[in-house]
């Protein structure tokens, strides 16, 4: 083994005589974009297109400020500050073999519970043209059972009461973008990364709800000055573990604390939509269009519903990771039939798009052995995920009369998952913000299966849909009774 260097900005060179680095001066970029949300998915799309446009010794301008909103973040904070906001990229091919590149677009870190202010400032700074969120589908604080802004949440009304010290996305955006309007400064672009359907206009519609209350005198002027696009984010990033950590030192005497993993597909399908300018990053592989409409929509209810259905299946027979429950043939055969079943017939037009190619490439990209994505990251946070991955194509079947039996046998396999333990009996690592609510339905549903369904800020009306809840309550005692592995041949055979 090489000897051992640290991963810093000092090292750069040295480490360039081992892997592919930035060929830019990193010192001469300046900051174009904040980012909130510095985890490895951001670190794996947004910032490796980002780089590699920064290569074109034009491009001068598009930097980003990776911020850390939460607590939760300071690990990945100090670490990237550590590092000078490099990491190394490793991309994992089906073959086994991967590629290792270091990333240097991130060319500063802010920690936002140390210095809101900070944040603010840089927000409204004029050099800044795009603040682009990672946030989670939760992150949006949109209640599925109201439809709205949820006002109850503890960390909104905190935001309300202390403007200069906010916790949430909305409290920095708002007083951002108010110093931006006092100064007579331009908007800027709003650019959601999330994974939910119509991501744009999402943001737009919970950050006005917000500022009609915080700062009413500023809804009109965003309206004016603030873009939103829509975008459709695609690459599957697994968690980064231990081992592929001691990997990167031992292949390549790198010593990275958070390097991150990731497959060799990657998507972006942006609006053109950009208020203050935008990257030339259609050079580097994002696609810009009119509308993203159909990509998200099909994106979202085939890719991330796949994911939550063999994350939840999967996880109750015993798997750790999606590729072993991708190659269990029953499971795989029954997301192929829900795919087939429940989601094509409610996609409607996409044009120039083949969805027979796209299904069969998921399955790939799910059976991918060396991405060995993590069931408990894919089950993780599902109460925020299921309203916008499966419900909509529920909601739609339920519209024309059609089937919602595959989707009800989900969710009746996530009550029973919600209760902790797998069919063996072993217990479940279950992450979510609703984690207890969750489990309490899950204890009274073993009596009554359909309680699971009240909870309405998830499924919204779906325990008022006869079809839905007939299906559902009857997968529900199969699972109970035979199992998920026997369920799933009887309903791939029928
Ligand atoms: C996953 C996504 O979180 C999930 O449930 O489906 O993180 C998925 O891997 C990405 O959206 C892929 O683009």
């Known amino acids: 083994m090489e000897n051992i260097i640290k991963l810093n900005q000092k090292n750069l060179a040295e480490i360039a005589t081992r892997i ?278 099909m994106k979202l209810s085939l890719l991330n519903a796949g994911h939550s259905v063999l994350g939840i299946l999967g996880a109750l027979v015993g798997y750790d990771t999606i590729d072993e429950a991708v190659g269990n043939p029953n499971i795989s055969a029954f997301l192929n039939h829900y795919m087939d079943v429940e989601v094509t017939p409610v996609l409607g037009d996409l044009e120039g798009i083949n969805l027979k190619d796209y299904k069969q490439s998921l399955l790939k990209r799910f059976g991918n052995i060396n991405i060995k994505d993590q069931i408990d990251r894919i089950c993780s946070e599902s109460s925020a995920k299921f309203p916008i991955f499966i419900l909509p194509t529920v909601n739609a079947q339920l519209e024309k009369n059609g089937s919602v039996k595959l989707a009800a046998f989900v969710t009746a396999a996530w009550a029973i998952y919600s209760l902790g333990k797998d069919e063996q009996g072993n217990a479940l690592t279950i992450k979510d913000a609703m984690k207890d609510v969750l489990h309490e339905k899950a204890e009274a549903s073993i009596e009554r299966p359909q309680t699971f369904l009240d909870l309405e800020s998830i499924f919204g009306t779906l325990k008022d849909a006869p079809n839905f809840v007939e299906a559902y309550t009857e997968a529900y005692r199969n699972i109970v009774n035979r199992g998920v592995e026997e369920c799933v041949k009887d309903l791939n055979s029928n």
């Open 20 to 297: 592919p680095c930035p060929t830019y001066d990193r010192s001469k970029i300046k900051t174009g974009i904040v980012h909130v949300g510095i985890g490895g998915f951001h670190r794996a799309h947004e910032a490796l297109y980002t780089d590699q446009l920064l290569h074109d010794p034009s491009v001068t301008d598009w930097g980003i400020c990776g911020v850390a909103l939460l607590d939760f973040d300071t690990k990945i904070y100090n670490i990237l500050k550590e590092q000078d906001g490099l990491y190394t990229l490793i991309v994992k091919e089906l073959d086994g073999t991967h590629t290792t590149r270091v990333i240097g677009s991130i060319v500063e870190c802010l920690f936002a519970p140390e210095n809101p202010i900070k944040v603010i400032e840089k927000m409204a700074s004029p050099e800044v043209k795009i603040i682009s969120l990672t946030i989670t589908e939760g992150g949006y604080n949109y209640n599925e059972a109201t439809k709205a802004f949820d006002f109850s949440n503890p960390l909104i009304q905190h935001d309300l009461e202390h403007p200069q010290a906010p916790k949430t996305i909305f409290g920095y955006v708002a007083q951002a973008l108010k110093l931006r309007k006092e100064r007579g400064l331009k908007g800027c672009t709003i650019q959601s990364c999330d994974n939910i359907q119509g991501n744009g206009h999402m943001t737009k519609r919970m950050l006005l709800s917000y500022v009609k209350r915080a700062e009413p005198d500023l809804t009109g002027w965003i309206e004016a000055n603030v873009s939103f696009p829509n975008a459709m984010v695609d690459r599957i990033t697994p968690a980064t573990s231990p081992v592929d950590i001691a990997n990167l030192t031992e292949t390549t005497g790198i010593d990275d604390a958070w390097p991150v993993v990731c497959e060799p597909f990657k998507q972006w399908v942006v609006e053109d939509d950009f208020s203050a300018g935008r990257p030339a990053w259609e050079t580097v592989g994002a696609q810009f269009v009119d509308d993203v409409v159909p990509y998200e929509k």
